[in-house]
């Protein structure tokens, strides 16, 4: 996609890691977890609350969802 952003549009592309390049910035996609690895979560910026709670319950099937089930 750089070739192209650049031909018309005229802006050099920036690197994003996780999240394809682009002219223009986008949301942070990966995020340091506990261990010190990465997770890329950029769908985290577009999920709702309805399917946060479904994923927090999945995740604490695996006891990963720490807190993600407070209400706070």
Same mark, same amino acid.
Do not use: S
């Given at each position: 996609?750089?070739?192209?952003?650049?031909?018309? =549009?005229?802006?050099?592309?920036?690197? =994003? =890691?996780?999240?394809?390049? #682009?002219?223009?910035? =986008?949301?942070?996609?990966?995020?340091?977890? @506990?261990?010190? &690895?990465?997770?890329?979560?950029?769908?985290?910026?577009?999920? &709702?609350?309805?399917?946060? @709670?479904?994923?927090?319950?999945?995740? &604490?099937?695996? #006891?990963?969802?720490?807190?993600?089930?407070?209400?706070?």
């Amino acid at each position: 996609m750089h070739v192209p952003i650049y031909i018309y =549009t005229g802006k050099t592309a920036l690197r =994003t =890691t996780g999240r394809g390049g #682009g002219a223009n910035v =986008t949301p942070k996609a990966q995020h340091i977890c @506990k261990d010190g &690895n990465y997770v890329n979560a950029g769908i985290l910026a577009r999920i &709702n609350p309805n399917q946060l @709670k479904v994923l927090a319950e999945w995740m &604490n099937e695996y #006891g990963l969802a720490d807190d993600l089930l407070d209400e706070k």
